[in-house]
C-alpha cells in the first residue's frame, strides 16, 4: 500500500511538474512583439513603431523608432529600451523602461558671418543622444494580435546646445503582432 501511495505521489509531482513546463513553453513560443502606431500616421505624418523581444517571463529589449514623414521629414529618433515587466504574462502586462533616444534633427539657428558682417540664418542636421525612463502596458490577445500604449521622457545629454530643446520623449498607442 505505501508503494503504491508513492508511486502515485511521485506520477502526480512529475504529472504537475510536466504542465507547468509545457505552460512555460506556450508563452516562450512568440517571443518577438511588433508593434505600429496607427494614430502618429494619420496625424502626424510620423512612422511610430518598434520591435521588443521578450528575453524571459519579466524582462524585453527592443527598439523604438520615429521617422518624420512629409513636412515632418527632418526628425529621426532610434530608442534602444529595456523593459521590466511587473505584471501579466511572458512580454505582455504593465511595464516600467528605461531607453536611450539617439536623435537626429534639422535645426535652424542664426550663424554670424563674416562676409556679411551680420547673422545668418543656417540649417544643419545634428545627432543628439540621451536617458530616459517610459512606463506602459502592452496586452495580447487571441491570435497573437496586441495592444500597447505607453510612453516616456528623456533628457538630451550629448551634442545639445543652447538653441535646442534638451527634453525628448517617445509614446506608443499601437497595435502589433506577436511571432
Same mark, same amino acid.
Given at each position: 500500500?505505501?508503494?503504491?501511495?508513492?508511486?502515485?505521489?511521485?506520477?502526480?509531482?512529475?504529472?504537475?511538474?510536466?504542465?507547468?513546463?509545457?505552460?512555460?513553453?506556450?508563452?516562450?513560443?512568440?517571443?518577438?512583439?511588433?508593434?505600429?502606431?496607427?494614430?502618429?500616421?494619420?496625424?502626424?505624418?510620423?512612422?511610430?513603431?518598434?520591435?521588443?523581444?521578450?528575453?524571459?517571463?519579466? %524582462? #524585453? !529589449? &527592443?527598439?523604438?523608432? +520615429?521617422?518624420?514623414?512629409?513636412? /515632418?521629414? $527632418?526628425?529621426?529618433?532610434?530608442?534602444?529600451?529595456?523593459?521590466?515587466?511587473?505584471?501579466?504574462?511572458?512580454?505582455?502586462?504593465?511595464?516600467?523602461?528605461?531607453?536611450?533616444?539617439?536623435?537626429?534633427?534639422?535645426?535652424?539657428?542664426?550663424?554670424?558671418?563674416?562676409?556679411?558682417?551680420?547673422?545668418?540664418?543656417?540649417?544643419?542636421?545634428?545627432?543628439?543622444?540621451?536617458?530616459? %525612463? #517610459? !512606463? &506602459?502596458?502592452?496586452? +495580447?490577445?487571441?491570435?497573437?494580435? /496586441?495592444? $500597447?500604449?505607453?510612453?516616456?521622457?528623456?533628457?538630451?545629454?550629448?551634442?545639445?546646445?543652447?538653441?535646442?530643446?534638451?527634453?525628448?520623449?517617445?509614446?506608443?498607442?499601437?497595435?502589433?503582432?506577436?511571432?
Amino acid at each position: 500500500m505505501k508503494r503504491t501511495l508513492l508511486l502515485w505521489g511521485v506520477m502526480a509531482f512529475v504529472m504537475i511538474g510536466h504542465a507547468q513546463e509545457s505552460k512555460r513553453e506556450r508563452a516562450v513560443a512568440r517571443p518577438n512583439h511588433i508593434m505600429l502606431d496607427p494614430i502618429s500616421l494619420i496625424a502626424g505624418p510620423v512612422l511610430n513603431f518598434s520591435y521588443e523581444r521578450a528575453i524571459n517571463e519579466d %524582462v #524585453g !529589449l &527592443g527598439l523604438h523608432s +520615429l521617422l518624420g514623414l512629409g513636412a /515632418m521629414d $527632418e526628425m529621426i529618433q532610434f530608442s534602444p529600451f529595456g523593459r521590466l515587466y511587473v505584471g501579466g504574462s511572458h512580454g505582455a502586462g504593465f511595464f516600467l523602461e528605461a531607453f536611450v533616444p539617439i536623435t537626429n534633427k534639422e535645426e535652424t539657428f542664426q550663424k554670424f558671418s563674416d562676409i556679411h558682417a551680420n547673422y545668418i540664418e543656417a540649417t544643419e542636421r545634428r545627432t543628439s543622444a540621451g536617458l530616459g %525612463v #517610459g !512606463l &506602459g502596458g502592452k496586452w +495580447l490577445f487571441k491570435r497573437n494580435l /496586441m495592444l $500597447e500604449v505607453g510612453g516616456g521622457i528623456a533628457r538630451k545629454l550629448i551634442n545639445t546646445t543652447e538653441n535646442t530643446e534638451s527634453i525628448t520623449g517617445k509614446w506608443m498607442i499601437g497595435l502589433g503582432y506577436a511571432f
